[in-house]
């Protein structure tokens, strides 16, 4: 404890005293502060600040650093030290929000007059380097000393790495979320009123149901509720279809069943849109020879929620396959055998005994895509015509001709309520009604094949839907090639010149209008990637491995950014770090971080599953020969999962490029991403050089798995080759 | 820390003081107070779910007591975790490192306290001579047959020269005949290293075979415990009887107590029993089944019986024989006269090796 807790005390008396408390204009890694000097009013610390420039609301960040070494130097009695270090950096990090909250960017937010008077008229801007690294310290000295008081099991690493991800959830998920909240009780004065909120939350406006009895259109909550149950069912049916033919038939091209449901991962979200107005637009190639050969009119029809429900069909089948797949496969075949020895036939082994126990993964399926579907933006906003659903009505809210974020703010309350509700039921009700039961036991043993009808249905659903996303991404192909789709069919590479020239007059320039963008997007993707594994693995590790209080909430609150989608993320991301203490907006910073906590989830689950796959005695041989819990990850649970990072890396690596719901609120002209370029060219109209850049974006996805796996996969094939000449190596190492 | 007045205690010594272990709203362990001497090795047996587990890990270190106490080597270590105990374990699973050679997961321990990366080597290479596997140091664990991977982890346990060895059920994942093989080995290493060792199993013959002493646990507490013939000859409690070796448990009545033998009545027969009870008690008789000898019915004297099951093992006969206080286990090692089904007996007690438990 005392060793940990010393090193972060001096880290903490470096940042109070010598860094800039405040964020720097500049930039920190400019190291511009250096020269203006830590006397200055612009990059003091907090120690110049509150002595010379009458800061004296940043004395506090001193003063409980200074008293936490004091306890250090003089406290020789270790439970005594243990709870020093407990009380006083709770009381400094205390104090430290409470005076960013309450100290505003125009003066002070709270109890104006007293502190007007006192010198903090001015206000103050967010925070920096300075306050960074000695909230930093602060927080790793508490979770010494907690570790110290012997309370629980967890060592300095442990206790450290549950207060960083518990502190960086809260910062990061709470914080802003709860920003809606209060923006949504914000009356247009800026009064916080619980009436106004209801009223605006329970508007007509958005819960009309108008359009069922005359033309007019229906509030968002039903069009969105609507499609999301619709999609919910299409995509499980769809999914079940490719799942059955996928274990239960001898079906030739599995492979190329499971690539082409992969394919979609690596896709731009408005991608299928495109691709479906090149076929089924006014001009699309469908429309155009439907119209040519059997004269149906050209309509409008896939604006609107056609449109949309078709492309989250396309968008969302995969997802439904990858989860039903193994729940196909979980049905273990000894129940279908034994089944089978009780002399049922094919149709009533399915019916009663395979059936109903998939069904909990049924369920569990249609909650997947209904929460897809209602927190999707890409396709609706492609697509959406007059059908309006919330998640593009919050974008449309905050960049229409009024910024109104009271009213995003509620639809996002809206929608928020709707996926965490059936998050919770995914969670409470289907999760723990799920039969699927991996023992760990080999189970030897056939599945039961398919009834002929059965199978006649799946491969009457599944080949011609397959065929279709096949139809579907060529056009991606060809449609970036045409000059102009509909009119002018000839062959150009003017959207990839437009978009990716390079000149080398006067040594390279990046003269296409897309390098920007795409700069930038492989920049933050490749920072944010390790970044989200980094943070999922190791709250994987803590949930899998170690057990402490509050370990439920723990991990309910770092699955809950997965039911928070994009859009809302997005907007409250804005309303929290646009004003001090943290101020963010603006920074490519904001764009990470905004990657790490929305995709972390996934690593999250991947790492529970990986890990939960490794024998605890593996851990707890190495704490008894006396491996603390760092070397233990280090050399024991990192080894051994090899893949789970991999899976994380280019999870996130991948869905950081393809992006767009949370990402389009958080751009600005300095950080502009692909996504958000891409939006903006579909908006003008110009799908050529969207559908190039799209393809653009696919093979660089393409080629940083294939590099990862390489880089990643090597030192793992190494092991495997080795292994090979004597015999298949085991994880479980119970084996014999 | 702690309380330096208590009596000193050698080093690979054990104290439990009134541990308690909760998980939640489960108690798995009630107040449990337990010594175990340096040198000796321990086990602990019981049904699954007594807890046994639970008190190895809280041993190690694994699990921190609800309330309680613990001692290793006189030192107070209830608020150290794993790492810092002077213990090491063997698990079931054996636990090796899948992507470490033998040799690697020897040194593993080692490396982990600092020692020199050479010096770790050699030790981790004496290690494997000393459990039968030198030359073996290069391969990975899952090319190793069981019982090698249970010796990797024996040795990989015992190079750090731990306080205190715990072993749990370090044989259930091998074959019957080897087990036999490998349990003498882990007893004589604990021997040769005069190691402190506290060994989990639910099997009460390899209890029996390895240990000074067992403590059988029922219920999250301790039974009994004792030396194996204490365990064996003089149970405390039905339970025990039943559990340790194969038992008949009669209803009886106890006549008379005196000087340590009592006067017990079983359906008319009168038998002179051992016991340690002062005074008159309800009681059971435990009978063990090959401390009855069956006769022919001609024979005047012994409770009257008709065998109802027998079977031929070779060395013994085995019969379930119907009497009027139940059903009857009898083992005859003597393969002397056999008794066909369905034959009337006569059944005589070695009536000093009989025992009563309270009923």
């Known amino acids: ?736 | 820390m702690g309380h330096a007045m208590e009596t000193p205690m050698q080093r690979g010594s054990v104290r439990f003081e009134n541990v308690v272990k909760r998980f939640g709203e489960v108690v798995a362990l009630k107040s449990l107070t337990l010594e175990i001497r340096p040198g000796e090795l321990v086990t602990l047996l019981g049904p699954s779910g007594c807890g046994k587990t639970t008190t190895l890990r809280l041993i190690a270190g694994l699990e921190a007591p609800s309330a309680g106490r613990i001692l290793i080597g006189g030192e107070d270590v209830t608020h150290l975790t794993a790492t810092y105990r002077n213990v090491s374990m063997v698990f079931q699973s054996y636990a090796l490192f899948p992507h470490m050679s033998v040799l690697e997961n020897v040194s593993y321990g080692l490396r982990a306290n600092s020692v020199a990366k050479a010096e770790a080597a050699e030790k981790a290479l004496e290690g494997l001579d000393m459990v039968g596997l030198e030359g073996f140091g290069d391969r990975l664990p899952s090319e190793l047959s069981g019982g090698q991977q249970q010796r990797v982890a024996v040795a990989r346990a015992v190079v750090l020269e731990p306080e205190v060895l715990l072993l749990d059920e370090p044989l259930s994942n091998l074959d019957a005949k080897l087990r036999r093989h490998v349990r003498e080995e882990i007893r004589q290493i604990q021997q040769k290293l005069g190691l402190t060792a506290v060994y989990v199993t639910h099997d009460q013959e390899e209890a029996m075979a390895v240990s000074d002493r067992i403590i059988v646990m029922k219920n999250a507490e301790i039974a009994q415990q004792g030396t194996p013939s204490d365990l064996y000859n003089a149970p405390n409690s039905e339970f025990i009887a039943d559990f340790i070796g194969d038992a008949n448990v009669l209803d009886c009545d106890v006549v008379e107590v005196k000087d340590n033998v009592a006067e017990v009545v079983l359906a008319g027969q009168k038998l002179k029993v051992p016991t340690t009870h002062a005074e008159k008690f309800n009681a059971v008789l435990i009978v063990r089944p090959q401390n009855v000898r069956m006769v022919p019915a001609s024979n005047k004297t012994g409770l009257k019986g008709n065998v109802s099951y027998s079977a031929y093992l070779g060395n013994q006969m085995q019969y379930t024989v119907q009497t009027k206080v139940g059903p009857m286990f009898i083992i005859d090692n003597t393969m002397g006269e056999v008794f066909p089904v369905g034959k009337d007996v006569r059944l005589h007690f070695a009536e000093d090796k009989l025992a009563l438990v309270p009923s």
């Open chain 1, 1 to 736: 404890m005392k060793k940990t807790a010393t090193i972060w005390l001096f880290i903490g008396l470096a940042g109070a005293l010598l860094l800039p408390w405040y964020a720097q204009d500049s930039g920190f890694w400019t190291f511009e502060w250096l020269f203006g000097g830590f006397g200055s009013a612009e990059a003091g610390s907090a120690l110049t600040l509150a002595l010379f420039h009458g800061k004296w609301w940043l004395f506090p960040a001193v003063l409980f650093i200074g008293l936490s070494g004091l306890g250090l130097a003089a406290i020789k009695k270790h439970q005594m030290l243990a709870r020093t270090l407990i009380i006083v950096p709770a009381l400094g990090l205390f104090t430290i929000v409470v005076q960013g909250f309450v100290i505003g960017r125009i003066g002070p937010n709270y109890f104006v007059e007293f502190l007007s008077a006192n010198g903090a008229a001015d206000g103050q801007i967010g925070m920096g380097a300075g306050a960074l690294v000695v909230l930093a310290s602060l927080l790793f000295m508490l979770t010494s000393g907690i570790s110290g008081s012997g309370k629980g099991r967890g060592d300095a690493f442990i206790v450290g790495l549950i207060g960083l991800i518990v502190a960086l959830v809260a910062v990061f998920v709470f914080f802003p979320v709860s920003q809606i909240l209060v923006e949504a009780f914000k009356t247009s004065e800026g009064e916080l009123s619980l009436g106004g909120f209801f009223a605006r939350i329970f508007s007509p406006r958005i819960w009309s149901l108008a359009c069922v009895v005359s033309d007019s259109r229906c509030g968002p909550a039903w069009n969105s509720l609507f499609l999301a149950i619709m999609t919910g069912a299409g995509t499980t049916l769809l999914g079940l279809a490719f799942a059955l033919i996928a274990t239960r038939t001898n079906f030739r091209a599995k492979k190329l069943l499971r690539v082409l449901t992969i394919i979609p991962i690596i896709t731009p979200p408005f991608v299928i849109g495109l691709a479906l107005i090149l076929l089924f637009g006014r001009a699309g190639t469908v429309t155009e020879l439907l119209n040519e050969f059997f004269d149906v009119p050209k309509t409008r029809w896939l604006y609107g929620f056609w449109g949309i429900y078709l492309a989250q069909l396309l968008s969302f089948t995969p997802i439904a396959f990858l989860v039903l797949i193994g729940v196909v496969e979980g049905v273990s075949p000894s129940m279908e055998e034994a089944s089978q020895t009780l002399n049922a036939d094919r149709w009533q082994t399915f019916r009663w005994v395979s059936f109903p126990l998939m069904r909990p993964g049924l369920a569990n399926a249609f909650l997947l895509g209904f929460i897809e579907s209602i927190a999707d933006f890409g396709n609706p906003l492609v697509l959406g015509g007059n059908y309006n659903v919330l998640s593009t009505d919050i974008y449309f809210a905050i960049v229409g001709a009024v910024a109104d974020s009271g009213k995003a703010a509620t639809l996002a309350i809206v929608l928020l309520s709707l996926t965490l509700g059936a998050f919770v039921v995914q969670r409470f009700w289907v999760g723990k009604k799920s039969y699927a039961t991996v023992t760990g036991k080999g189970d030897s043993g056939q599945h039961a094949s398919l009834n002929p009808v059965l199978r006649t249905v799946c491969y009457a659903t599944a080949i011609p839907w397959a065929a279709f996303t096949a139809v579907v991404y060529s056009m991606i192909i060809f449609g970036s090639f045409v000059k102009l789709w509909g009119y002018d069919h000839s062959f150009t590479l003017e959207h990839y010149l437009r978009a990716f020239s390079i000149s080398f007059t006067n040594g390279i320039r990046w003269t296409g209008v897309a390098w920007d963008s795409y700069f930038t997007t492989l920049t933050i993707s490749t920072i944010a990637a390790p970044l989200t594994a980094l943070v999922g693995l190791a709250t994987a590790y803590l949930l899998v491995r170690q057990k402490f209080w509050g370990k439920g909430a723990f991990e309910f609150s770092t699955m809950l950014s997965f039911a928070i989608p994009g859009t809302v993320i997005g907007i409250s991301y804005i309303l929290a770090f646009n004003v001090p203490p943290i101020e963010l907006t603006g920074t490519g910073i904001i764009l990470i971080i905004v990657f790490v906590f929305r995709n972390m989830p996934v690593g999250v689950r991947g790492g529970i599953a990986a890990m939960s796959q490794l024998d605890k005695s593996l851990d707890e041989a190495s704490i008894t020969l006396g491996a603390n819990s760092f070397t233990t990850v280090r050399r024991v649970i990192v080894p051994l999962m090899g893949p789970a990072i991999l899976a994380a890396l280019t999870y996130s690596f991948v869905r950081a490029i393809t992006s767009v719901s949370a990402v389009i609120f958080l751009v600005s002209a300095k950080h502009n991403m692909a996504t958000s370029f891409i939006v903006g060219r579909v908006e003008n109209g110009e799908f050529g050089i969207a559908i190039a850049y799209s393809a653009v974006l696919i093979v660089t996805m393409l080629t940083a798995i294939l590099l990862l796996q390489l880089v990643i996969g090597r030192r793992r094939l190494r092991r495997e080759d080795r292994v090979q000449m004597h015999g298949k190596i085991k994880i479980n190492p119970a084996g014999t």
